[in-house]
């Protein structure tokens, strides 16, 4: 399956966007999708992620309250819903997908690290 991260751009403090993860050459009703976002010189950190049976879901602290992801297989896509972005949500945003995290009890410890796949990055510029 193919992957691609898209609805990034540029935005004011206080803003919000929403970001789309979409597949191609496979369906993403069985796949647990996550968000990841990357800043200039920074590790990739997990932002949020959910479950492809029950919809459980995690989010990192910093963005509680503020972000929400959710999917619609009927559209074949996972949406990140993101409110109130400051400066700190300025990265490049990935999604990634992986069959084994079917329920959010997958994420008592936090956005697991293994993803089988990766989409394309999208870039979301926060000015300040």
């Known amino acids: 399956v193919q992957l691609q991260a898209s609805g990034g751009g540029l935005v004011q403090a206080g803003a919000s966007l929403r970001l789309s993860c979409t597949a191609s050459?496979?369906?993403?009703?069985?796949?647990?999708i996550g968000w990841f976002r990357q800043a200039p010189g920074k590790e990739r950190e997990g932002v949020s992620c959910?479950?492809?049976?029950?919809?459980?879901?995690y989010y990192k602290e910093s963005v509680k309250g503020r972000f929400t992801i959710s999917r619609d297989n009927a559209k074949n896509t996972v949406y990140l819903q993101m409110n109130s972005l400051n400066f700190e949500d300025t990265a490049v945003y990935y999604c990634?997908?992986?069959?084994?995290?079917?329920?959010?009890?997958?994420?008592?410890?936090?956005?697991?690290?293994?993803?089988?796949?990766w989409g394309q990055g999208t870039l979301v510029t926060v000015s300040s």
């Open positions: 050459g496979g369906t993403l009703d069985r796949f647990a």
């Open positions: 990634a997908a992986d069959v084994t995290y079917y329920s959010g009890r997958h994420f008592a410890g936090g956005i697991p690290l293994s993803w089988t796949y």
């Open positions: 959910i479950s492809s049976v029950d919809g459980g879901t």
